[in-house]
């Protein structure tokens, strides 16, 4: 008897970790490698969020807390939305989960009948094909290209609907490219009628143009969003969800038997990372960002690397090297561990974010602005 499920076998694997593995080995045995292939902001977590958060564990706030989270955080992230993108957003139309990831698995499992599509792009998150089949759904895929920034238009969309088609994911600025949708494609996805996910966890990271939440085009959507990125706050596990009333019902039910609430301390801080107490220190770590995009994208092009579309947002770059692997008959995967293994540098392969990214490479710049530039050294002497 198998003990395994199916969906459990068929999962495929997070390419990114298994660079970053296979790095962390190389690091036990006593080798150097730049690591630019995870997301993970390269800062603290500002210290007001460190300091509210050791004040609420000492104050006993240690429980469980509503399954929707607390009011106060609610209502705070109403309130960031506001000041944001003028939005209204009741409080009661949020959820606060245990990071991004179960807001997304949740969602989906709230609006997918089994079959059910949902409509993304090719590349996209690596994540997102999974999230949405675990949910009973169908992720279709469709191919993008550098010059939509690798998203997704109303036109290509539309071609794409089918009689089971449920939704529509978007992600700006994304990942992996690092892209931003413009406005009035926002406007136009939305007239299609499909309800629209909107992962929107690198808002605020944007260099240039402000990226526009869904919310200020409809409400039959959900907004997706966290801490982790912008409040460089990976390991607290805190994200939210913003969803009409009938689908956050459905979600409440489920966090209530999956994961009861989110971490009460966490939640505490998190009220503090939303306050203009921490928008210095936010504002600090987008011009550093800004200044290791700058470095990232003239260490390629010195090194002959094309960037397949000039990020705007998030800490992304992905690197067209199609010609390179047709010329060497390397794939991206096996590309990026070349490179991991001869020259020391962590890179995720694009086939990591579907069919679409094979013969790219994910390049983040979110590590420390000196590694970087010891990346790009080893980079250019590699390509050299």
């Given at each position: 008897m198998k003990l395994v499920s199916?969906?459990?076998r068929?999962?495929?694997?997070f390419l990114v970790m298994e660079v970053l593995e296979a790095a962390q080995c190389l690091e036990r045995n006593g080798v150097d490698v730049v690591h630019m292939e995870v997301g993970e902001p390269g800062f603290e977590t500002p210290p007001p969020v460190r300091q509210a958060a050791t004040r609420a564990m000492q104050g006993g706030q240690t429980h469980y807390t509503h399954s929707l989270g607390l009011h106060a955080l609610r209502a705070a992230i109403a309130g960031w939305h506001k000041r944001q993108y003028g939005t209204e957003i009741d409080p009661d139309y949020v959820v606060v989960?245990?990071?991004?990831?179960?807001?997304?698995?949740?969602?989906?499992m709230a609006i997918c009948e089994p079959g059910d599509e949902i409509i993304l792009a090719d590349p996209a998150y690596a994540c997102y094909p999974q999230l949405i089949s675990f949910a009973?759904?169908?992720?279709?895929?469709?191919?993008?290209?550098?010059?939509?920034?690798?998203?997704?238009?109303?036109?290509?969309?539309?071609?794409?609907?089918?009689?089971?088609?449920?939704?529509?994911?978007?992600?700006?600025?994304?990942?992996?490219?690092?892209?931003?949708?413009?406005p009035g494609d926002l406007q136009r996805l939305t007239e299609l009628g499909?309800?629209?996910?909107?992962?929107?966890?690198?808002?605020g990271l944007t260099y240039g143009s402000q990226a526009c939440s869904i919310r200020q085009f409809t409400d039959q959507c959900a907004v997706v969003n966290g801490f982790s990125k912008l409040y460089a706050m990976t390991g607290w596990r805190l994200g939210y969800l913003i969803a009409p009333p009938d689908v956050v019902r459905a979600v409440q039910k489920m966090q209530q038997n999956f994961f009861i609430s989110a971490c009460h301390f966490a939640q505490t801080a998190a009220v503090t990372?939303?306050?203009?107490?921490?928008?210095?220190?936010?504002?600090?770590?987008?011009?550093?960002?800004?200044?290791?995009?700058?470095?990232?994208?003239?260490?390629?092009?010195?090194?002959?690397?094309?960037?397949?579309?000039?990020?705007?947002?998030?800490?992304?770059?992905f690197a067209d090297l199609r010609d390179h692997c047709k010329h060497t008959?390397?794939?991206?995967?096996?590309?990026?561990?070349?490179?991991?293994?001869?020259?020391?540098?962590?890179?995720?392969?694009?086939?990591?974010?579907?069919?679409?990214?094979?013969?790219?490479?994910?390049?983040?710049?979110?590590?420390?602005?000196?590694?970087?530039?010891?990346?790009?050294?080893?980079?250019?002497?590699?390509?050299?």
């Open positions: 199916q969906r459990a068929e999962i495929k694997p989960t245990s990071g991004t990831s179960p807001a997304m698995l949740l969602v989906f009973g759904g169908v992720p279709l895929m469709v191919r993008t290209g550098p010059e939509t920034g690798f998203h997704l238009d109303a036109r290509t969309v539309a071609g794409a609907i089918t009689p089971r088609t449920r939704g529509i994911l978007i992600n700006s600025p994304s990942n992996p490219c690092g892209t931003l949708i413009d499909l309800f629209v996910v909107s992962d929107e966890i690198y808002h990372a939303l306050s203009e107490e921490c928008d210095p220190y936010v504002a600090v770590m987008v011009q550093e960002y800004g200044r290791r995009r700058e470095l990232v994208l003239a260490g390629l092009s010195r090194a002959g690397i094309r960037v397949a579309s000039e990020p705007t947002g998030a800490f992304y770059v008959g390397l794939s991206s995967y096996q590309l990026a561990f070349d490179i991991l293994n001869r020259a020391h540098v962590a890179v995720t392969p694009g086939s990591d974010f579907g069919p679409g990214g094979e013969g790219y490479l994910r390049l983040s710049y979110a590590a420390d602005y000196d590694r970087l530039e010891v990346g790009l050294e080893r980079l250019a002497k590699y390509f050299g």
